[in-house]
């Protein structure tokens, strides 16, 4: 059965950071490339980064570009989204994706004081 | 960026009836692959999305056939032949022919 499981989210202050982790298991994780989606409360969905399957390639929305940082680890199975300089526009649910293919159920980020 | 117009916000459908979404593209999908990366996503209440449709027609795995996508370009139509209770739920289209990757604003799917 195919998994992905989000952590790290949490509550943090305005300028704070927070690191995501994703765990992908049931799947041959090194050949997908991978995203974060994002979405706030009540609203669409937001794709924020990109990455390749051996992590030579990335992109970023402009929302969080030098903000935001991708990365990858396939011996681990782990997608990771780190996460500085956080804005309260940045509250929302955060999603790890195998291409489109997958998803994992999300894990809540909170920027407030 | 690609913009994603989805129509309509809003589909009141009764049980049994076929339902049909639209969605527009402010540019052609067309990849230089020549593959049209065109999806569609289903979110349920309360649930992460999942993909139905990839490259503009294509059912992902365990998905019934009553849903099938059609189109071409820019235009391109997400039908349920027949709506069942489980298929309430906002559906977004979504391009990754080209970053960023866009979705269009979604269509909520209840039932009359």
């Known amino acids: 059965e195919v998994q992905l499981v989000e952590s790290g989210g949490g509550l943090v202050q305005p300028g704070g950071s927070l690191r995501l982790s994703c765990a992908a298991s049931g799947f041959t994780f090194s050949s997908y490339e991978m995203n974060w989606v994002r979405q706030a409360p009540g609203q669409g969905l937001e794709w924020v980064s990109y990455i390749s399957t051996g992590g030579s390639t990335i992109y970023y929305a402009d929302s969080v570009k030098g903000r935001f940082t991708i990365s990858r680890d396939n011996a681990k199975n782990s997608l990771y989204l780190q996460m500085n300089s956080l804005r309260a526009e940045d509250t929302a649910v955060y999603y790890c994706?195998?291409?489109?293919?997958?998803w994992g159920q999300g894990t809540l980020v909170t920027v407030s004081s | 960026d690609i913009v994603m117009t989805q129509t309509p916000l809003s589909s009141p459908v009764t049980l049994g009836q076929p339902a049909s979404i639209s969605c527009r593209s402010s540019q052609s999908l067309v990849h230089s692959d020549g593959n049209t990366y065109l999806s569609w996503l289903q979110q349920r209440p309360g649930q992460p999305p999942r993909l139905l449709i990839y490259?503009?027609?294509n059912r992902f795995s365990g998905v019934p056939d009553r849903f099938s996508g059609s189109g071409a370009g820019t235009d391109f139509t997400l039908k349920i032949s027949r709506v069942e209770a489980e298929d309430v739920g906002v559906y977004y289209c979504m391009q990754a022919t080209q970053f960023p990757l866009t979705f269009g604003g979604g269509t909520k799917v209840e039932i009359k």
């Open positions: 994706a195998g291409r489109v293919d997958y």
């Open positions: 490259k503009i027609s």
